[in-house]
């Protein structure tokens, strides 16, 4: 069964400091991995997105996340964060072909302190 | 722009009574999706549906049970509510098609359900 795996739970950083937040997937095959953000009272919505092609993928609001397909991961990073990017942080995944559903991590919530 | 709405935002009920959520959604999407999110869970799927009348279960479909009778609208039923199925409740669809099958699921606000 495929499963996600995001390590921290919650992430305290001052503005401008540079983030990465760790996600592990297990899944026997060929998958397309996804960041989904919440802000505080807000739908989730889509960070970024990975299928195929280059690794680095960038997304929304300077966020980018890299594919490393030998150590199953796809680690959420930005330069430099913002206190408007408080929220918590979902990855997703689910098999490449076929119809199948996400699969979340717990989620990491991220706090931006001035 | 996608728009995936729920029925209520807040909803409180009492342990025993039949509860009802619906979202509705304005794309003509293909798949919807009830999750429920807990804090340090994350997302939880409860039921999805590919089409009208058809629904799968998800890993947590125990007391629940789901209707689509409609392309555009999704029911999440709890039979019996109780209080361990007090939680914010997530729907979500997105489209099938071509290579693009896997594209976006777009979620709605939530219903946050208290149940006492």
């Known amino acids: 069964a495929q499963s996600v795996s995001q390590h921290n739970h919650h992430v305290i950083l001052s503005e401008a400091a540079s983030l990465e937040l760790g996600c592990n997937y297990s899944?026997?095959?060929?998958?397309?991995l996804f960041w989904y953000v919440q802000y505080p009272g807000q739908h989730l919505q889509l960070l970024l997105k990975y299928f195929s092609g280059d690794p680095l993928v960038k997304g929304i609001k300077g966020f980018e996340a890299e594919f490393i397909k030998s150590k199953f991961s796809f680690n959420l990073r930005k330069p430099s964060v913002q206190w408007s990017d408080t929220a918590e942080y979902f990855c997703?995944?689910?098999?490449?072909?076929?119809?199948?559903?996400?699969?979340f991590g717990k989620g990491t919530r991220l706090s931006v302190i001035a | 722009d996608v728009k995936v709405t729920q029925s209520s935002r807040y909803l409180v009920k009492r342990t025993g009574e039949k509860v009802f959520l619906e979202c509705v959604q304005d794309m003509d999407h293909e798949n919807m999706f009830w999750y429920r999110q807990d804090p340090g869970l994350g997302l939880r799927l409860i039921y999805f549906s590919y089409d009208v009348k058809m629904k799968e279960k998800g890993d947590i479909p125990e007391g629940y049970s789901v209707s689509r009778e409609k392309k555009e609208r999704f029911s999440l039923i709890l039979e019996s509510a109780s209080t361990n199925q007090t939680s914010m409740y997530l729907c979500?669809?997105?489209?099938?098609?071509?290579?693009?099958?896997?594209?976006?699921?777009?979620f709605g606000p939530g219903t946050r359900l208290t149940v006492l």
């Open positions: 979500a669809s997105t489209s099938l098609g071509g290579l693009e099958w896997y594209n976006e699921q777009f």
């Open positions: 899944y026997g095959g060929t998958v397309n």
């Open positions: 997703a995944v689910n098999g490449y072909s076929g119809n199948t559903p996400l699969v």
